[in-house]
């Protein structure tokens, strides 16, 4: 409120106000500028049965989990009722809103730069161990903000004894910081990787599995560059951006069938699809693949094309927003 009287009394009197509502940034924003045009970003409505909440078996709900979700949602209600427009970056998320509200909702990506995120030959990444790494390596990749359950981190753990046992000669590149962005911490360990590896570590050759944390972006690009097979797993939730980065770098790309997940990838024609909740299904998907990539390299030329025709910012995305905002 301060800051957007602070604009307000310096003269400021937008046209146009995209806000992302989440965290109640938008209480205020018609209050101060009547005349501007609001839209909001809304990126999810959370609700007790049916999405995140309760999904893994392991880590079941607690009242106080529905509680805290009713109220995280207060804030998307009152912005739903002060905006002109509002966006959903896709059609499930979109679905979780009330039925009352979705028709103000418009569901379109923010887009991938595909130009910029592409199949690169030359790539190369440069390990912690001073080694290097290319597309003549077998690669597997995963990942995530934060690796933590939410993006099935453990489950990817529990995979990656049996795929190494396979696959002898398999580099394993995880990627993504140690925090906690939408669960909660372990019991017992400091983050999940550590809780992870008290349970698997012992099953594991450490020397090809390289935990890189969060990495500048265009080193993330040159890891998707490289991977002969990408995972990617989720809860029903926000869809990550670097699963669509994934499919425009051209990956062959084995995900969670989870929505969103399932609006983009269908299986075996743009990548495969496997239940969340199986580690060994995972695990044998992915030794087949990288066992076989020839087989497999088709996969990762569709999902490019995926990207490209539906998604790409230039073409697509921009395109569309330009007519949300009213800029043509």
Known sequence: MRT???????????????????????????????????????????????????????????????????????????????????ICPTEWQRSRFPAGYQNQLIVQHEGIDTQRVRPDQTASVRLSDGRELSRNDEVLTFVARNLEPYRGFHILMRALPEILRHRPKCQVLVVGADGCSYGKPPDNAEHWK?????????????????????????????????????????????????????????????????????????????????????????????????AKPDDHAHLGLSARDTVVQRLDFETVAWPAYRKILELD
């Open 194 to 290: 550590e809780r992870m590896l008290q349970e698997v570590g012992g099953q594991l050759d450490l020397t090809r599995v390289y935990f890189t944390g969060a990495l500048p972006y265009d080193q993330y690009l040159k890891v998707l560059q490289i991977s002969r097979v990408h995972l990617y797993l989720t809860y029903p939730f926000v869809l990550s951006w670097s699963m669509l980065e994934a499919m425009a770098a051209g990956c062959v790309v084995i995900a969670s069938n989870t929505a969103p997940v399932a609006e983009f990838i269908s299986n075996n024609v743009n990548g495969q699809l496997f239940d969340f909740r199986d580690h060994a299904q995972l695990a044998a998907l992915a030794i087949n693949a990288l």
């Open 4 to 86: 957007l009287g602070h604009y307000k009394r310096a003269g400021l009197e937008p046209d146009i106000i995209v806000m992302h509502p989440g965290w109640g940034d938008g209480f205020f924003v018609r209050d101060f500028f009547p005349g501007a045009r609001v839209v909001g970003f809304f990126e999810y409505y959370y609700r007790a049965r049916g999405a995140d909440l309760g999904f893994d078996p392991e880590f079941p709900s607690q009242i106080n989990d529905i509680f805290r979700l009713h109220a995280s949602n207060a804030t998307q209600l009152l912005a739903l009722e002060s905006c002109d427009v509002g």
